[in-house]
């Protein structure tokens, strides 16, 4: 206690300025409007920072939950859509009976492991069978297609991504009727080579690509990507379409697996239609 007291004795003129220096500025912040509003702003602007600051740690520490969220926003808000209703018109005795039936549902998955440069290249999600995922079923992302669920376990599936070399989806140049199949030349994982479009046509430059409706895999309209050069294949008929994929496979985290509620019910009509011509 003694050295405390001649600690404060010896320093005595420094606390004393302390004490007086702080006393003035309350004083001064108090009498005169300019200096309040000035010292608040001041403060005001140093705490707003340091706030700032915390919050987006706290918003880059979040970001998996965030995404999470989006995420399943995102499936949601696809399960809404308009366009993803299977327009069921009946007509008797000249009453038109519309009744709006969906006829794709999206499921949400997370990537959890990838490859992107091999000649042949999967995607691992965190979604399989207790899901409702089955194989066959298309797959999509933010920015577009991405590829086809190829095997299926309990918790997870494995996608056989666009860029492989068995992978055919068939496309189409937006606003033509014109389609062919699309392959991947195992070079660039950001081009895809569209096939099979006649050489009549006028292409646009940056036309969008998207998927032609065709089959029971994906919707019609899905964009696959842009269109960079073309030229015909060989002298023949036929275009050879660079196409730049709209989905980046290197920011892939995400993708929603579409199921086609009414694949089943198609597929097994087709399958009378080419068993009535074998016969």
Do not use: C
């Not at 006028?202 to 029971?216: D, E, H, Q």
């Not at 842009?226 to 920011?251: C, E, H, N, Q």
Request: net charge positive; charged share 20%; hydrophobic share 40%.
């Amino acid at each position: 206690m003694l050295n405390l007291w001649r600690f404060f004795s010896r320093f005595s003129a420094f606390f004393l300025f302390i004490i007086y220096f702080t006393i003035s500025i309350i004083l001064l912040v108090r009498n005169n409007d300019f200096q309040r509003a000035s010292t608040f702003n001041t403060s005001n602007q140093y705490v707003g920072s340091i706030y700032q600051k915390v919050s987006d740690v706290n918003k880059y520490l979040h970001l998996s939950v965030v995404n999470d969220s989006l995420a399943k926003e995102n499936v949601a808000l696809r399960n809404q859509l308009k366009s993803s209703f299977f327009d069921d018109s009946v007509v008797i005795k000249a009453v038109n009976d519309t009744i709006n039936r969906t006829q794709y549902e999206y499921i949400v998955g997370e990537v959890v492991n990838k490859s992107i440069t091999s000649r042949n290249n999967y995607i691992t999600i965190n979604r399989g069978s207790k899901h409702g995922i089955k194989k066959g079923m298309g797959v999509i992302g933010p920015n577009g297609v991405v590829g086809i669920v190829w095997n299926v376990s309990e918790d997870f599936s494995s996608i056989q991504s666009i860029l492989h070399e068995d992978t055919r989806i068939t496309s189409s140049i937006e606003g033509t009727p014109y389609f062919g199949p699309l392959i991947w030349e195992g070079d660039d994982p950001e081009i895809v080579t569209l096939t099979d479009i006649p050489n009549q046509l006028n292409l646009k430059p940056k036309a969008r690509v998207v998927t032609s409706g065709l089959g029971v895999i994906f919707p019609k309209g899905i964009l696959i990507g842009t269109v960079l050069k073309s030229g015909v294949k060989g002298g023949g008929s036929f275009l050879d379409i660079s196409v730049k994929l709209s989905t980046s496979f290197y920011a892939l985290q995400y993708v929603y697996v579409i199921k086609n509620i009414f694949a089943a019910e198609q597929q097994t009509l087709e399958v009378q239609n080419k068993k009535s011509v074998n016969e």
